[in-house]
């Protein structure tokens, strides 16, 4: 049989590793203030572990004695879901967290010398640091899709396991009390205690370096200055899609030149370069639809590849963009300046399992459609495929 009291030593150990962890994390990661947060959650169950020391797990705690160690138990889970919520870049609700603790242990002092039973007492302890999980399960599952993380499902399964001991425990010290005040009971309670703890606190770390990977993959895969996908990004996306997928989806390509770029570049300085880059990438998503994979391919250039799309409705999406761009002067250092893009489309012919031939297609078109006039659409497609009419300018 496990010893009680040589539990009570890891489980204190186990706390203060973590704490130290988290602290010189933090102090290499300042920004990082969830890291603080998590520590000081920590400390609040490691001193109200250390309050515990010793005390036999049958013996009820006093009034005084357990209202405080109660509350820091319930402050630990409470601050716990402050820094998820500060991780989720959330802000912290600090008078809730605040109030959450309280309602952990004070009622519990003032229950028991009003003279209430003790299993009605443990009752208001348990609800409120149950709440306290409840948060913490609800901060993790209402994650959006975009920063969903495998890892968090680490924590989850740790605050699982607590949120459903504590509503399993207030089932007991009505129906069986003796049973919670078992020598046995304690010893469960500790290592079930250790088991959720460290895959909480484990969890965290692995969240964090998860979310750096995440953070360090899409920032290599975008282009800084406009936001879309660069040519790295581009061909990622197009792997993901292609493996949710048994045979690769019909494309086509759009690619996109802004007409006399040097010009503005050399008109409005590279500031005013940069801000129709921006803009041409803004009418570029509006014009697109949510499934298509838009990129800044290098210079002035943007590629799109379009999804489920023949010759003709990859013409017509071209066709809106081209209007899009020339419809509406751009705001560039204060004066209006008319862009115009000229674009070239082709297809991804039947038995290409690569874009490279279709690219040197759309590439040979927009070559055309520049040498033809500029702001214009031309289309280069497969020798099996007819051509479509296009509009030009």
């Known amino acids: ?84 919520r500060l991780f989720y870049e959330r802000t ?21 010398q009003a003279g209430v039973s003790m299993s009605w007492c443990l009752t208001t302890v348990f609800g409120g640091i149950a709440l306290s999980t409840a948060l913490c399960i609800r901060e993790i599952l209402r994650t959006p899709a975009a920063m969903r993380l495998w890892t968090q499902y680490i924590v989850l399964s740790g605050f699982g396991g607590y949120f459903c001991v504590f509503l399993l425990s207030i089932g007991v010290v009505h129906l069986a009390s003796e049973r919670l005040a078992s020598p046995e009971s304690g010893v469960f309670s500790l290592l079930f205690d250790l088991w959720c703890g460290v895959f909480i606190q484990v969890g965290y770390l692995a969240m964090v370096s998860e979310r750096a990977h995440v953070k360090l993959s899409r920032l290599a895969e975008t282009d800084p200055l406009t936001g879309l996908a660069n040519r790295r990004g581009l061909f990622a996306a197009m ?7 048994p045979s690769p989806p019909r494309r086509a390509l759009l690619l996109a030149d802004i007409d006399h770029f040097k010009a503005i570049n050399d008109t409005y300085g590279h500031d ?38 023949d010759a003709a409705a990859a013409a017509a999406v071209a066709e809106r963009l081209r209007r899009t761009a020339a419809g ?35 590439d040979a078109a927009l070559y055309a459609a ?10 280069d497609l497969p020798a099996s495929l007819p051509e479509p009419e296009t509009r030009a300018a």
């Open 272 to 309: 005013g370069g940069d801000a129709v880059l921006i803009g041409f990438a803004e009418r570029l998503r509006a014009v697109m639809r949510k499934e298509d994979i838009i990129a800044r391919w290098g210079g002035e250039e943007f590629l799109v590849v379009l999804d489920q799309a």
């Open 1 to 84: 049989m496990l010893d009680f009291h040589t539990l009570q030593v890891a489980s204190i150990s186990s706390r203060l590793a973590f704490v130290l962890v988290f602290f010189v994390t933090l102090l290499r990661h300042p920004r990082e203030i969830y890291f603080g947060v998590w520590a000081g959650a920590l400390c609040c169950s490691l001193v109200a572990s250390l309050m515990m020391l010793g005390d036999p797990p049958s013996v009820p705690l006093n009034a005084v004695k357990g209202s405080a160690v109660y509350v820091l138990y319930g402050a630990s889970l409470a601050t716990s879901w402050a820094g998820l």
């Open 239 to 245: 792997s993901r899609r292609d493996g949710r997928t």
């Open 328 to 362: 509406q002067p751009f705001a560039v250092n204060g004066a209006a300046v008319t862009v115009t893009a000229s674009i070239g489309v082709s297809i991804v012919a039947a038995g290409e399992e690569r874009i490279e031939p279709a690219l040197s297609r759309a």
């Open 370 to 379: 520049k040498r033809d006039g500029r702001n214009r659409v031309c289309l």
């Open 92 to 112: 912290a609700l600090v008078p809730q967290t605040l109030v959450l603790a309280l309602a952990s242990g004070l009622p519990y002092g003032i229950l028991l």
